[in-house]
């Protein structure tokens, strides 16, 4: 019997807020400094590069593909799949794959954002294309 998997809620805090508010709208935000250009996520206000904290809300498309992963299949809740994900706009996150057969996975399979329901707003996670 599939038992729908439930997620936790994100902890988020002020600085976070419009990231958590835009999720709830199926939008996956990251940040770009307006200093060097570079584009980062986790979204946070001193950028990561240049330490600036001259940092801009941008939405991502949300495609990208999968740069590395690793499959979990012994855990208490069942079999997972985390790796990382390179957005077509530049900056790579560390995600969960879902909604997918985990033995299809490659690096460099393209992938898409799909946000999975909480009790608070919604967490972004990944499937192939």
Not at 24 to 45: I, N, Q, S
Not at 73 to 82: L, V, W
Request: net charge positive; aromatic share 14%; with cysteine.
């Amino acid at each position: 019997m599939n038992t729908p998997v439930k997620y936790p809620a994100p902890q988020g805090n002020p600085e976070t807020k419009p990231f958590w508010d835009a999720a709830t709208e199926g939008k996956l935000l990251f940040k770009r400094c307006k200093a060097c250009g570079e584009a980062h996520y986790f979204p946070r206000a001193l950028c990561p590069f240049c330490f600036s904290d001259q940092t801009v809300w941008e939405e991502s498309k949300g495609e990208g593909e999968i740069y590395s992963f690793s499959l979990m299949r012994k855990s208490a809740t069942g079999p997972y799949a985390i790796g990382y994900v390179t957005l077509k706009e530049g900056p790579s996150l560390l995600t969960n794959f879902v909604d997918c057969d985990f033995g299809q996975l490659k690096i460099g399979t393209k992938v898409k954002v799909v946000f999975k329901p909480t009790d608070g707003a919604p967490l972004p996670f990944f499937t192939p294309v």
